[in-house]
């Protein structure tokens, strides 16, 4: 059973440039959570989505966007990239509805912004 | 609102000895309580969750937490340390239910000697 996989592992743009990560969700799971970890720093909640809708949102700009497919997989959309941006983002997906709020998470791609 | 305040960015523990990882929580409400492990280039996992049925929380490899409401705290031990352990540790807090999102501490890095 393939756990919740994101690509790329690598990514490094340049400022002001677009990118696009992407995840796919545990099998059995509907939900996906988006979260950003600057180097020495927790995670930080960017949004999740649900039957194709974004249903929770972080304190992130609307530079940050995304989008969840009929399979269950997402995308996270970064626009005008900033040098803050550079660090690790992770995927997580769940079952919504089973009360128990396990969250897994995938490896996560590190992106960097020159 | 809720959040996390993990007391120690850093541990050094010698192998074979116990492990005390610390961390305070602050929440409106009552609270979903998790501790995550974050090993180099490898996703988060979760090593327990507290849901209010007990208090004691068992995990894997060892570690357990104990839910201390008058202390609000949920602090993670294990009786014996082994070199596998090393790893960052993230304490984090959810509101009850299911594909809630997560607000992570700042994490502790867990340093086991030889």
């Known amino acids: 059973d393939a756990g919740v996989t994101q690509s790329p592992t690598h990514l490094i743009k340049t400022r002001g440039q677009q990118v696009t990560l992407r995840c796919s969700p545990k099998s059995g799971h509907d939900t996906v959570s988006w979260y950003q970890q600057a180097l020495g720093q927790g995670p930080q909640f960017i949004f999740q989505y649900y039957e194709e809708e974004e249903r929770q949102r972080g304190n992130f700009p609307d530079r940050f966007s995304g989008h969840q497919f009929p399979n269950y997989s997402s995308e996270l959309n970064v626009n005008a990239l900033l040098l803050g941006d550079s660090a690790l983002y992770l995927c997580?997906?769940?079952?919504?509805?089973?009360?128990?709020?396990?969250?897994?998470f995938g490896a996560g791609t590190r992106l960097s912004v020159l | 609102a809720q959040s996390v305040t993990q007391l120690d960015s850093h541990v050094s523990v010698s192998e074979g000895t116990p492990v005390l990882l610390r961390c305070n929580y602050s929440s409106s409400y009552s609270p979903s309580l998790f501790w995550y492990v974050q090993h180099p280039n490898k996703g988060l996992q979760l090593l327990l969750k507290?849901?209010?049925?007990?208090?004691l929380v068992k995990g894997i490899n060892g570690f357990e937490a104990e839910f201390k409401k008058s202390e609000t705290s949920f602090h993670l031990t294990k009786p014996s340390a082994h070199m596998s352990d090393a790893a960052e540790y993230f304490c984090?807090?959810?509101?009850?239910?299911?594909?809630?999102?997560?607000?992570f501490g700042s994490g502790t890095q867990l340093t086991v000697l030889p």
């Open positions: 984090v807090v959810s509101e009850p239910g299911s594909a809630r999102q997560l607000t």
């Open positions: 997580a997906s769940t079952r919504t509805g089973d009360g128990k709020n396990i969250q897994y």
């Open positions: 507290y849901t209010s049925a007990a208090t």
